[in-house]
Nanobody, 122 residues
Framework: QAQLVESGGGLVQAGGSLRLSCVVS????????MGWFRQAPGTERESIAT????????YYIRSVKGRFTVSRDNAKNTMYLQMNSLQVEDTAVYYC???????????????WGQGTQVTVSS
């Protein structure tokens, strides 16, 4: 059973930065495509960024492209999300998950972590 633990969220002013971490256990990480998801109040959870197993291919939704960077350290079983130029609209609970290789916007595991809250103030 895969375990996913997100951390690094917090309260930050607009224009600031945060780095989120996702630590994976219970499943081989280095061969797994991964993704970051977020859910704001009143919205459905959405995929925002994905990364392939080797870390040399990434995808982002338009609203975060150029501001967010997803990376991974396979030796540490950890995926990161560097978030710069944060906006109030980025306020959400952020989650990580394995993603399908053929559908990177779709989670591959039903076992979500607790998520980490990101709140951006104006």
């Amino acid at each position: 059973q895969a375990q996913l633990v997100e951390s690094g969220g917090g309260l930050v002013q607009a224009g600031g930065s945060l780095r989120l971490s996702c630590v994976v256990s219970g499943r081989t990480f280095s061969t797994s495509a991964m993704g970051w998801f977020r859910q704001a109040p009143g919205t459905e959870r959405e995929s925002i960024a994905t990364i392939n197993p080797s870390g040399d291919t990434t995808y982002y939704i338009r609203s975060v492209k150029g501001r967010f960077t997803v990376s991974r350290d396979n030796a540490k079983n950890t995926m990161y999300l560097q978030m710069n130029s944060l906006q109030v609209e980025d306020t959400a609970v952020y989650y990580c998950n394995f993603v399908r290789r053929d559908r990177p916007d779709a989670p591959a595991s039903r076992n979500w972590g607790q998520g980490t809250q990101v709140t951006v103030s104006s």
